[in-house]
């Protein structure tokens, strides 16, 4: 089993960044797929970037060439750099870890851009 700990959300103005933090435990985090997801009041959570075991990554549209994902696997931990951050990307942001069947979530952070 895998337990996952998001941080680094927080309040920022538009066109600022955050680098928010998934801290994994609990497994071998090198053999997880992981993934950024994010839920805005009202809406269906949606994927925002993802990264394969073996460092391949994804991105929404709405995000790509603002967020980057990154992970190091010798701090189990993965990671998203958010620049020119907008309005519309105000949400809970969820980090979720997969491997198989298998899938593990955290508790997620809140993301307030805003002036």
């Known amino acids: 089993q895998v337990q996952l700990v998001e941080s680094g959300g927080g309040l920022v103005q538009p066109g600022g960044s955050l680098r928010l933090s998934c801290a994994a435990s609990g497994s071998i985090f090198s053999i997880y797929h992981m993934g950024w997801y994010r839920q805005a009041p009202g809406k269906q959570r949606e994927l925002v970037a993802a990264?394969?075991?073996?460092?391949?990554?994804n991105y929404a549209d709405s995000v790509k060439g603002r967020f980057t994902i990154s992970r190091d696997n010798a701090r189990s931990t993965m990671y998203l750099q958010m620049s020119s951050l907008k309005p519309e990307d105000t949400a809970v942001y969820y980090c979720k870890g997969s491997r198989g069947l298998l899938e593990y979530w955290g508790q997620g952070t809140q993301v307030t851009v805003s002036s």
């Open positions: 990264i394969t075991s073996g460092g391949i990554t």
